[in-house]
């Protein structure tokens, strides 16, 4: 069995969880998640605990088993607590700054990067040099915070880019000058 995926759920307060043919609908606080999971696994719900059971030890099977699981609970995760990533800006004249519902970027080209809210993803500048993105679905804030950095990622000589905060940026070493002869 597998060790994550045999961990029940809990449900806090304030969630509400429905299974129908493994369509999941969980909604809490901070909003509504809904996801389709493999008919082949079982999703029990009861007693303020989600379980998730295989039908064999199939590779399939052990395969779908902790990740429906970690679906599940990062959903349950996402509606009570939400997630976010944050994202910082190095560079000279690097900066975003926020007008309604659009950040716009400074990132040394000729134009300035436009990026516009959506429903599920929020953006925050609390400083000119850090964009927060959050919102209650994991993969979606992921996703956007990875669309973000691709606009200018860090480059290996100075530095200088857009990188998630704690990220370590392996530096080169300039290029070398002639040798003395």
């Known amino acids: 069995m ?26 809490g606080p901070k909003g509504e998640l809904t996801r389709q999971f ?6 029990e719900v009861e007693n303020g605990t989600i379980t998730v059971t295989r039908p064999s030890d199939d590779k399939r099977h052990r395969s779908l088993h902790s990740l429906t699981r970690t679906l599940i609970n990062n959903m349950v995760e996402g509606v009570t607590n939400g997630y976010s990533k944050t ?9 975003a700054a926020k007008s309604g519902n659009k950040v716009n970027l400074n ?3 000729s134009h300035p990067v436009v990026l516009e809210e959506t429903d599920a993803i929020k953006l925050e500048v609390p400083q000119p040099n850090k964009i927060i993105v959050s919102g209650i679905d994991k993969q979606a804030v992921g996703q956007f915070a990875a669309e973000i950095r691709e606009k200018r990622p860090p480059e290996p000589y100075k530095g200088k880019g857009i990188r998630y905060e704690g990220e370590h940026i392996i530096r080169k070493e300039g290029k070398a000058g002639k040798g003395k002869k």
Do not use: D, Q
Not at 7 to 23: H, Q, T, Y
Not at 38 to 43: D, Q, V
Not at 87 to 95: F, S
């Open 38 to 43: 493999s008919p082949e696994l079982g999703i």
């Open 87 to 95: 994202l910082e800006i190095e560079g000279v004249g690097y900066r």
């Open 107 to 109: 990132l040394g080209f």
């Open 2 to 27: 597998s060790r994550i995926g045999k961990m029940p759920i809990s449900v806090p307060a304030g969630v509400e969880v429905k299974n129908e043919n493994n369509l999941l609908t969980v909604k």
